[in-house]
């Protein structure tokens, strides 16, 4: 018969205690903190305080107390460490604008050259501006449909799945200023009715569609996979067609987890409007064109980059803000 052998209890009737951190760790942590002091003053003071506490616990023999100062040291240590290095770079930087006589900044960011400009810039921005909101209308309502068409069921829509999955290999394989050139300038010259009347702006918004469609046609078909394929199983089982399962219970529940990375794609499109000048359109880095040669300076095209941050960082922003968020809901936090 097997049996278990108890552990005879120490120090009237206590638990062993916990043994003692490795000096090694106590050690690395000075070292650190050491370090810490020398390139960032600050945070290394604070990680000397918290290796004090830790000697003091240590001298007391209070464990507990020394692991978390030892840890509490290290951070602080660390701290400092990446407060140098980020200081290194920001030092880096401001070597490189003021190098030679501050030749950087009189190149790309003088002020009169881009206040001079401000106006057609900003006009030229303006098309960007509405090329990007309507495109991402069109690319979702698209995407939707493209998405939805490929994940039909049954065998009578397996030609169309097929011509939707060529479609989106097709455009995803393809470079998007190709997309531009051959429908921007191609399609004019075929003669066809409606295609070949397109104006440049409408060119570029068809050729922008046509190519973030395919990529965006993934991500919605993505996160409708992302519902529990319970939700389908009980909603057809309520006598709901496919069509209407998806319009009422997977993609409700789908949009939820398909806003961030509709919308990290999205700020890649509002950079991509900077291409459609190769094809005619009038926009904020063709006017930047005209600026530069008129003034032979580059400011100008700083000055569109400006107009585009202005824009990007906020979204890039808004989607952190919406990962973060659907995480804690999925967690539970909220």
């Not at 701290?79 to 200081?87: K, V, W």
């Not at 191609?186 to 973030?212: D, I, K, M, W």
């Not at 000048?277 to 032979?296: F, H, P």
Request: proline residues 6%; aromatic residues 8%; hydrophobic residues 50%.
């Amino acid at each position: 018969m097997s049996h278990v052998e108890a552990v005879a209890p120490t120090d009237g009737g206590l638990p062993p205690a916990v043994p003692r951190p490795p000096r090694e760790k106590f050690r690395s942590t000075v070292v650190l903190a050491i370090f810490g002091t020398i390139l960032f003053l600050p945070t290394g003071i604070l990680a000397a305080i918290e290796l004090r506490r830790a000697a003091r616990a240590r001298a007391e023999g209070d464990v507990r107390r020394l692991r978390t100062h030892l840890f509490r040291g290290r951070v602080w240590a660390l701290t400092s460490l990446g407060f140098a290095a980020a200081l290194v770079i920001v030092g880096f930087g401001v070597l490189i604008v003021t190098a030679n006589n501050h030749a950087v900044w009189t190149v790309f960011f003088d002020p009169k050259v881009i206040a001079d400009n401000f106006g057609p810039l900003l006009a030229g921005f303006w098309v960007n501006v509405k090329l990007f909101l309507v495109a991402e209308v069109a690319i979702l309502v698209w995407s939707v449909v493209v998405a939805v068409v490929r994940d039909l069921p049954g065998r009578p829509a397996a030609p169309l799945r097929f011509l939707a999955i060529v479609y989106i290999d097709v455009f995803r394989g393809l470079p998007t200023m190709l997309i531009l050139l051959v429908i921007g300038l191609g399609l004019p010259r075929t003669g066809l009715p409606v295609v070949s009347g397109l104006s440049n702006f409408e060119s570029a918004l068809l050729a922008l569609t046509l190519n973030y469609g395919a990529y965006m046609a993934e991500t919605v078909r993505a996160g409708m996979h992302s519902v529990h394929p319970g939700q389908e199983s009980a909603a057809r089982s309520l006598g709901l067609s496919h069509l209407q399962t998806l319009r009422r219970v997977i993609l409700p529940q789908a949009i939820r987890n398909m806003i961030p990375p509709l919308l990290n794609g999205f700020i890649m499109l509002q950079k991509d409007t900077a291409l459609v000048s190769v094809i005619g359109v009038v926009d904020a880095l063709s006017q930047a064109q005209t600026s530069a040669n008129y003034t032979a300076s580059l400011a100008p095209y700083a000055g569109v980059a400006m107009f585009y941050l202005v824009i990007t960082i906020p979204s890039g922003r808004l989607s952190d803000y919406l990962i973060a968020r659907n995480r804690a809901k999925t967690l539970g936090k909220v």
